[in-house]
């Protein structure tokens, strides 16, 4: 009988995976947010009183961008909106100030233009009616949080400025480990005859010089029983060292590969990562009339097994942006994608616009200042903290 055997140059390596490191003790101050108990009006807002006149505030956004309406009232009766003059400033975190004008409009008055995300700012009001000028401070935060120095550095909370970068556009492909061609063997014995010994199994590693089987000549006027060795081959070698990754498209995916071309490869559990170019697109279509974009990887530890399955981002194109975050800080709150920016030893959310993605950075098209520092690393312990401290969308 004969026997194929599959040699290997290369023991196989042993991953280790490793676990992120746990939260930190929270000893972080969160600041409490907009929602403490406090007086509402008919409409639901906030009510500031002085003596017997008293304002609503309220932020209307169904279906329309958040903007202030103000209900005026003396002795708990309502106050035409035409005989009240208000003004609103918001003093918000990175020293920016809003201020709102108001226009009567039915029964309230309008606020002259939106107020943007986060709704997080200290309050000042003026209002005048009948002679009499009333005014209010109060704070109003949401997503906000204030982290010691040494707390946030003891946590691996990283921060950095937002700024340009270049946006990678992708083709997201799978496909296999294959063994080199250019690199295999078939061995045969010599002669015809009868196998004495094998001394190697499958999955072995082997060097120059190494026997791997004996075999006895049918010349020879001695009779053994046992395997024959014919003409065909016995061993199959194939040095691992250096491996091919074939990647499969199709459709508009396929017509945008060329040889050349950078790609990201990831194992299936994303313990291996390796940058190459495509050597080459194969001429002849794969499984599904696909094309096969041919990847040559360096293996000397083994990491890439012929057969594994990968993930690969191709890069086609790139552009730079004026403004990007890395993804590695992009958090959810509330209905947004966002990011936390710093102040000090103040954290708080902005809520961002975003355009194109790479999978390392996120165009911003809204939301964010340039040069603004935001959290790269570690931004779910903010989230977290924020959610701990109670803070919530309310006006």
């Not at 490793?18 to 403490?36: K, R």
């Not at 498209?249 to 313990?271: M, N, Y």
């Not at 190459?276 to 990847?295: E, F, K, N, W, Y």
Request: proline share 5%; glycine share 10%.
């Amino acid at each position: 009988m004969n026997r194929l055997l599959l040699l290997t140059l290369l023991c196989p390596l042993l991953l280790a995976a490793c676990s992120p490191s746990g939260d930190p003790t929270n000893e972080a101050a969160g600041i409490q947010a907009a929602n403490e108990d406090y007086e509402r009006g008919p409409h639901n807002g906030r009510l500031l009183r002085d003596g017997d006149f008293a304002l609503e505030l309220t932020i209307y956004e169904t279906n329309v961008p958040p903007h202030y309406r103000l209900y005026a009232y003396r002795d708990g009766n309502p106050v035409a909106p035409e005989d009240v003059t208000a003004i609103v400033e918001l003093s918000r975190l990175d020293g920016e100030v809003n201020r709102f004008t108001f226009t009567p409009e039915g029964d309230y008055l309008a606020g002259s233009g939106e107020v943007t995300e986060p709704h997080s700012f200290d309050v000042a009001v003026t209002a005048e009616q009948g002679g009499k000028t009333s005014t209010w401070t109060y704070e109003s935060y949401e997503g906000r949080v204030t982290i010691p120095a040494a707390i946030a550095e003891d946590a691996g909370i990283r921060v950095e400025p937002a700024g340009p970068a270049v946006i990678h556009d992708a083709v997201r492909l799978m496909g296999t480990v294959e063994l080199d061609a250019n690199r295999q063997a078939l061995v045969g014995a010599r002669f015809p005859g009868i196998v004495r010994s094998v001394s190697v199994q499958q999955g072995d590693s082997v060097r120059r010089g190494q026997t791997l089987a004996v075999i006895e000549s049918n010349d020879s006027l001695r009779t053994y029983t046992g395997d024959v060795a014919g003409a065909g081959a016995l061993f199959e070698l194939a040095d691992l060292s250096q491996v091919w990754i074939d990647l499969r498209a199709i459709g508009t995916d396929a017509e945008r590969l060329k040889p050349g071309q950078s790609v990201r490869i990831r194992s299936a559990t994303g313990s291996a990562v390796v940058e190459a170019t495509i050597g080459r697109l194969l001429p002849v279509a794969g499984a599904g009339q696909s094309v096969i974009a041919r990847v040559s990887v360096p293996n000397s530890e083994g990491r890439w097994r012929p057969g594994m399955t990968v993930a690969a981002e191709v890069a086609v194109g790139s552009r730079e942006v004026a403004l990007a975050v890395k993804e590695s800080g992009l958090q959810r709150f509330r209905d947004f994608t966002v990011v936390f920016a710093q102040v000090g030893e103040t954290y708080e959310v902005r809520m961002l616009e975003l355009g194109d993605r790479d999978g390392d950075y996120a165009e911003v098209l809204g939301g964010l200042k340039p040069g603004t520092p935001y959290v790269t690393e570690q931004s779910f312990l903010i989230r977290q903290d924020i959610e701990k401290s109670g803070a919530s969308h309310d006006h």
